[in-house]
């Protein structure tokens, strides 16, 4: 065996874990949310530059401007969900980098002046961490639904601002009757690996 | 206690897991390599679109090849790590999707026919297998070094072709003498979350 995380891990993180359509009403509380982030948090981005920004949506009301924006074909499970979060990046993150890497403090403006060069590093370690997140969550025995189906300008405007872009809305909570549909194939190592 | 998975390995994933600076000798098998893409591969894509391709570098002169277009900085590690994968993305993933997704088979014409939304696909959704992958390095127990210090145009030239963006650069292997410096600081949950 070449893993060394025993196969209930494996299971829990991957092999049967399943991205929901449907939830049980079970709440996810500010506990489970933090003790998510508080392991993920770890995981590695490029000059350690913690992009990732989350907006946790727990009112009705916020809820009900959330799905306002959401495809069609998402707004039914986006709105039975027990919990809903928002990922984004912050084009601002470099502000953070005198904290998180003391000692480089010329980092912050050596190398991320530049707006273009803030928005291609949140993108790519932005979407780190979101994986990060969605790890996470099936850790802590929930099931995460990520979506991409909105209308992102109009999300944009709704909850962040022109500094943060979303990443993906994320379902939470437990999975409910008929969750999912039989699990789609994967490309295997010989379609995706080539070794020189 | 909110998280399922055990200590062990919520330290060999997240808490103790670090990117390592240094490696020892002992070589990376192409069967540990497929015991991860094996476990991450389930890890979840938007259209279950797959977009990760690796190239594995083990021959010296490809090595060769590769240290040429790395930062100056990186080149020393990326020289001694005992195996190096790049990580890139397809931007005609989509030609796959017939066989990921059956039900739809409509997909690929109907929504990703246009380059620019496949690029736009491609880098969220290879970024997230990007981080499952070093994820799984993790959990067999091996030390990742991602890395996106290199030349990238030069590195495409070098070893993809138009079709095909590098995401980073990993260096995998056991961690050598003196790996890694102190763990830097992290965004707090209430630095990053905000909850309506």
Known sequence: ?????????????????????TFTEEPVS???????????KYGPTAFNANPLRIV???????RERLLAHMAEGNRHKTASAPLVAILA??????AELPHLV???????????SERPVREEAAALNGALQAAYFLIGIRAAGLTAGPMTG????GLRKEFLDDDHAPLMVVNIG????????PRLPRLTYEQVVSTL
């Open 102 to 112: 003391p000692h480089a403090p010329d980092l912050k403006d050596a190398y991320f």
């Open 174 to 181: 437990r999975p409910g009757p008929d969750a999912w549909f």
């Open 150 to 153: 909105y209308d992102a300008d």
């Open 89 to 94: 990046t912050d084009h601002e993150f470099h």
């Open 30 to 40: 500010d506990a489970q949310l933090e003790a998510v982030y508080d392991l993920v």
């Open 56 to 62: 946790v949506i727990r009112t009705p009301e916020a």
């Open 1 to 21: 065996m070449s893993l060394l995380i025993d196969p209930a891990a494996q299971d829990l993180l991957f092999r049967e874990a399943r991205t929901a359509n």
